[in-house]
């Protein structure tokens, strides 16, 4: 069993700035998988940013130029750099862990899910 743990959400104007960290449970963080995803109200929950073992990336087309994620192994974390933030990105986020190689974009492909941070962007 893997336990999540997100935090640094919060409310931003937009064109700011925010940090979210992920902090998992487990010896064996680095062989995870990690992906960042978001709900907003009303909509469903959509995939934001992947990040394999290997450290390869992918992002939503939505998020890409503006969101960087990136892990630490050494933390048991991994990170979602947010800059230039949107109304449009309000939502509570999520990260997840997947057990498999390569990157991984589906919900259904990811094993463990936190609980969520809220994250408001105001115009």
């Known amino acids: 069993q893997v336990q999540l743990v997100e935090s640094g959400g919060g409310l931003v104007q937009a064109g700011g700035s925010l940090r979210l960290s992920c902090t998992a449970s487990?010896?064996?963080?680095?062989?995870?998988?990690l992906g960042w995803f978001r709900q907003a109200p009303g909509k469903e929950r959509e995939f934001v940013a992947a990040?394999?073992?290997?450290?390869?990336?992918d992002y939503a087309v939505s998020v890409k130029g503006r969101f960087t994620i990136s892990r630490d192994n050494a933390k048991n974390t991994v990170y979602l750099q947010m800059n230039s933030l949107k109304p449009e990105d309000t939502a509570v986020y999520y990260c997840?862990?997947?057990?498999?190689?390569?990157?991984?974009?589906?919900?259904?492909?990811?094993?463990?899910w936190g609980q969520g941070t809220q994250v408001t962007v105001s115009s």
């Open positions: 997840a862990v997947h057990l498999d190689y390569g990157l991984r974009l589906k919900q259904s492909e990811y094993n463990y």
């Open positions: 487990g010896r064996t963080f680095s062989w995870y998988g």
């Open positions: 990040i394999s073992r290997s450290s390869v990336t």
